[in-house]
Structures are given as C-alpha cells and as structure tokens.
C-alpha cells in the first residue's frame, strides 16, 4: 500500500520537471526563432561553374549584422536572407575567418530584433542547451539536449587546405542540414555558441562566443578579416601525471591531437600524443590560452614551445605563418 501511494506521489513530480524543461525550451525557441534566418548564397568557381549552398545566420545588431559559419559563406561575397516572418533581404558578406569558422554579413533591408549573444565560458557539461536553426527555410527548427564536452578541436577541409577549429562546443541537440551558422543558446535565451557542423550521429559542434570570438567579430566588423598566426595543431586540455605536475607546478597542458602535414607545428617536430606545457612563456591550460597567441603579432616570430614527450621535457621553436 505504502509503495503504491508512493509511486502515485513522484507522478505529479515527474511530470512537474518535463513541464518546466518544455518551458525552458518553448521560452528560448520564441525569443530566438524570429532572430535566426536562412542564408543562401551562390558564388563562380574558378572553372566558372556557380556553386550555391545554404544555411542559417543569426541577427547580433540592431543595424542587420547576422554572424553565420564562415563555410557556410563560401567564397560568396552576396546573398539572400530570409526570416521566419516571411520578409526576406539581399546580404553582402562584411568579413569571414576559416580559422574560427565565423562570417559576418549584413542584410540590406530591415532585420528582426537581435539576439543577445551570451558568454560560453562560463557553460558547464551537462547543462542544457538549445539549438535554433532556419534550414532550407524551415522556419524555427529548434532541438534541445545538454552540453557533451567543451574544449573539443573541429578539422576544417576544404580541397587540399586544412585548418583545426579550436575550443569548440559539443552537445547531443540534433542538428539537421542548413542548421549550421544557428544559434545556440542556454536556458536564457542568450546565445553562446554559432552551430557549424554535424560530427557524426547524435554528435553536434558549436563554435563558442567568448571573449576570443568577440575580438574575431571585432575585427570582421571593423576590417573584413582578422589577421591569424597558424601552427596546424589541434588539441584538447589533459591531466598531467602526478608526478609531472609536481615538478612543473602544472595541472594540465594542451594534448596534440593531430599535426597539419607540413605546417609550422610539424616543421617545429611537434607530434601527434604530445603535451603542450608551455609557448611563447605563456601555460597552455586549454585551447582558448594556445589561440591568444595565434594573432598578428606572432606571425613570423619564433615561438618557443615545450611539451611533455614519453615523459620527457622537449623544448621547440615554431614560426607560425600567417593563415591565408
């Protein structure tokens, strides 16, 4: 009898927490749907065959400024933008950095209200995320789930060039083709992340809006490019053995996950399982501390690095070249 009255007791709890996740997310996809457009674009390939692609864009100013995924631009420098509200605009592309995978274009007739863009460092595993697409024009796409893992490294190919996104948000929300360039938002509706890609099954990435993005945007917006050092490494935060981290006075590096063929992190002897301690005098803690350095004034100088090697201290010099 106890048990029974039991079970019936946790029911009306149970579905008191499914109405309250229900609310968190019908509360971000109406604050943010309207701000969240589909972008299409079409642009001449060398061959001068017009390749097209779409995607989304997400309004961040109140004068028609949309950030979307530099990949989803292209090699485009115009467009279309279309909102959930059925107007629709021309766009010109203002800027884009392959490295960070984010655009910047602006529409030429008016926008919805912008979105409020958000900090993602302060995100947490495990906390709920919510993610607002318009793909191929499907207006307010939205899925939720939490945050899987943050710090994570994204491969960039495109033909022959490859480049390591750095520091980028992974959730288990579904993301549907066209979803990149969208919004990802926490329970408040800020945005705190610009959704770029479809890693595999139940697997979705995000770039972060953060302290380091902010100043990426920055420099779209002001100059149409950002400047970028390059070393070809991608890497994630690892633990450092006992043993090591009493003797350095450091808790975690940089883990090389994977070493660009032929760029300056090779060229310098870095490999693939190696941690990164130090570079340029500067403690690599995580991906967001490596990609500071990779700024204009680095480009061209000597970078000392040093790394952890089956255990041993290897101390080497890199030159970063300018991305192109």
Same mark, same amino acid.
């Given at each position: 009898?106890?048990?029974?009255?039991?079970?019936?007791?946790?029911?009306?709890?149970?579905? !008191?927490?499914?109405?309250?996740?229900?609310?968190?997310?019908?509360?971000?996809?109406?604050?943010?749907? &309207?701000?969240?457009?589909?972008? $299409?674009?079409?642009?001449?390939?060398?061959?001068?065959?017009?390749?097209? !692609?779409?995607?989304?864009?997400?309004?961040?100013?109140?004068?028609?400024?949309?950030?979307?995924?530099?990949?989803?631009?292209?090699?485009?420098?115009?467009?279309?933008?279309?909102?959930?509200?059925?107007?629709?605009?021309?766009?010109?592309?203002?800027?884009?950095?392959?490295?960070?995978?984010?655009?910047?274009?602006?529409?030429?007739?008016?926008?919805?209200?912008?979105?409020?863009?958000?900090? #993602?460092?302060?995100?947490?595993?495990?906390?709920?995320?919510?993610?607002?697409?318009?793909?191929?024009?499907?207006?307010?796409?939205?899925?939720?789930?939490?945050?899987?893992?943050?710090?994570?490294?994204?491969?960039?190919?495109?033909?022959?060039?490859?480049?390591?996104?750095?520091?980028?948000?992974?959730?288990?929300?579904?993301?549907?083709?066209?979803?990149?360039?969208?919004?990802?938002?926490? #329970?408040?509706?800020?945005?705190?992340?610009?959704?770029?890609?479809?890693?595999?099954?139940?697997?979705?990435?995000?770039?972060?809006?953060?302290?380091?993005?902010?100043?990426?945007?920055?420099?779209?917006?002001?100059?149409?490019?950002?400047?970028?050092? $390059?070393?070809?490494?991608?890497?994630?935060?690892? &633990? %450092?053995?006992?043993?090591?981290?009493?003797?350095?006075?450091?808790?975690?590096?940089?883990?090389?996950?994977?070493?660009? &063929?032929?760029?300056?992190?090779?060229?310098?002897?870095?490999?693939? !399982?190696?941690?990164? %301690?130090?570079?340029?005098?500067?403690?690599?803690?995580?991906?967001?501390?490596?990609?500071?350095?990779?700024?204009?004034?680095?480009?061209?100088?000597?970078?000392?690095?040093?790394?952890?090697?089956?255990?041993?201290?290897?101390?080497?010099?890199?030159?970063?070249?300018?991305?192109?």
């Amino acid at each position: 009898m106890n048990d029974t009255v039991a079970a019936h007791a946790a029911e009306p709890a149970a579905a !008191g927490e499914l109405d309250a996740y229900s609310r968190v997310v019908t509360s971000v996809a109406a604050e943010l749907t &309207p701000s969240v457009a589909a972008l $299409y674009r079409s642009s001449r390939a060398d061959s001068g065959r017009v390749e097209s !692609g779409a995607g989304s864009a997400v309004v961040f100013t109140d004068d028609g400024f949309l950030l979307t995924n530099a990949h989803v631009v292209g090699n485009a420098s115009s467009g279309t933008v279309s909102f959930s509200d059925g107007s629709s605009s021309a766009f010109r592309v203002i800027g884009t950095d392959p490295l960070s995978d984010l655009a910047v274009v602006r529409a030429d007739g008016p926008t919805p209200a912008p979105a409020r863009l958000g900090d #993602a460092a302060v995100l947490q595993v495990g906390q709920l995320v919510v993610a607002v697409g318009n793909p191929l024009g499907l207006a307010g796409s939205v899925t939720a789930g939490v945050v899987s893992a943050l710090g994570r490294s994204l491969p960039s190919r495109s033909g022959g060039t490859v480049r390591i996104i750095d520091n980028v948000i992974q959730t288990d929300a579904a993301l549907n083709p066209g979803n990149s360039g969208g919004a990802l938002a926490v #329970a408040s509706g800020e945005v705190v992340g610009i959704n770029t890609a479809v890693a595999g099954f139940g697997l979705g990435l995000a770039v972060p809006i953060n302290d380091t993005t902010r100043s990426i945007i920055t420099a779209l917006l002001a100059d149409g490019r950002v400047r970028r050092a $390059y070393l070809g490494v991608g890497c994630m935060p690892a &633990p %450092l053995p006992p043993a090591l981290a009493q003797r350095t006075g450091q808790r975690q590096g940089l883990r090389v996950l994977e070493v660009v &063929p032929g760029a300056p992190a090779a060229r310098a002897g870095i490999q693939p !399982g190696d941690v990164i %301690l130090t570079a340029g005098g500067h403690t690599m803690v995580d991906a967001q501390a490596l990609q500071r350095l990779m700024l204009a004034d680095n480009i061209g100088t000597r970078l000392p690095i040093t790394v952890v090697r089956n255990d041993a201290l290897v101390d080497v010099i890199a030159t970063p070249t300018e991305l192109t």
